[in-house]
């Protein structure tokens, strides 16, 4: 009953913010079974040591588990490591593994290290008999190695924001980095959505904020607002998306919104370049 439209290329999207606690991997998972359930294929990459995302899709990621890491710093191919989800047959996840927090150091020393996600994905993408219409990759809570090698691989950036003090904060040196990448490694690369997240609508705090964040990304900030929902904070706990916890729940409609959002923007600056050609 929920078909959004589908791109016609792979959009791959990079969920990011060097703050912990903002919402990434909520975000990265719930919108990715959001857009699962509106008729999309999903691949979500894990690639946050703490695995996370891999959790609330119900993937294992226990040490021996091939996975991102054998991806990136190993001979395996995107395919090996890739694993269903318990959460919907459109989704799948490349699950990461605790050996991913030593990956930081020992990408250093390797030859395109900064180029390793964006060739394993390029190679799956050509190869695969499946066709994805999304990837999203959850990042860690750092712009290292492993977030550079996620801003290059991707040609958007979603921004989680945390609708609390302090929410802007560290927010210019995101972008200027942003930028960096784009100059130097990745020119396609656009931040393409700001999502606000655990809005608390009794408070003027999350009001201000949320006015603030929209007079400066005006076209960027979906209007879609995730509420703060214990639904949502319950969820990865049983190991589940909001959607499979409780898909009628206030938090699960805000992410099939924003999912459907996503969805409509895409396809609207679809037709936008075509006309343009
Ligand atoms: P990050 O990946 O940026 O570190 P998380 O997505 O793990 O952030 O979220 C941090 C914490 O906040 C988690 O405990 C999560 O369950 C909780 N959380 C995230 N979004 C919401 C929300 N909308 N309502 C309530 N709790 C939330
Ligand atoms: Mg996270």
Redesign the pocket.
């Known amino acids: 009953e929920l078909v959004s439209p589908l791109p016609s290329e792979t959009r791959i999207i990079t969920v990011s ?1 060097q ?9 990265t998972v719930n919108l990715a079974s959001a857009l699962a359930r509106r008729g999309a294929r999903v691949l979500v990459i894990d690639l946050d040591p703490q695995g ?1 995302a891999s959790t609330a899709l119900g993937v294992p990621h226990r040490p021996e588990v091939t996975s991102v890491y054998d991806v990136l710093l190993g001979d395996s191919s995107l395919h090996d490591a890739l694993q269903p989800t318990t959460d919907h047959e459109n989704l799948s996840c490349v699950p990461s593994t605790i050996n991913l927090a030593g990956a930081e150091i020992e990408l250093v020393s390797l030859v395109a290290r900064e180029q390793r996600l964006r060739t394993a994905i390029e190679a799956f993408l050509s190869e695969s008999e499946e066709r994805f219409h999304y990837i999203f990759i959850d990042c860690p ?1 750092s712009l290292g190695l492993l977030t550079v090698n996620a801003f290059v691989a991707a040609s958007e950036v979603l921004i ?1 924001i945390q609708c609390e003090y302090y929410a802007l904060e560290g927010l210019s040196q995101l972008l200027g980095n942003i930028q960096l990448i784009q100059k130097h490694l990745n020119p396609v690369l656009r931040v393409s959505t700001i999502v606000l ?2 809005y608390d609508a009794r408070t003027n705090l999350a009001q201000e904020v949320a006015g603030e964040v929209r007079s400066h990304f005006p076209s960027e900030v979906l209007n879609a607002v ?5 639904r ?2 319950e969820a ?1 706990s049983y190991g589940q998306t909001v959607h499979a916890y409780d898909g009628g729940s206030i ?1 699960a409609i805000a992410y099939l919104e924003a999912a459907a959002e996503i969805a409509e923007r895409g396809a609207a600056s679809e037709t936008q370049k075509n006309e343009g050609a």
């Open positions: 913010n703050k912990g606690g903002v919402g990434k991997t909520t975000t996370n809570p989680p997240t655990m995730i509420p703060r929902s214990v949502i904070s990865p938090g």
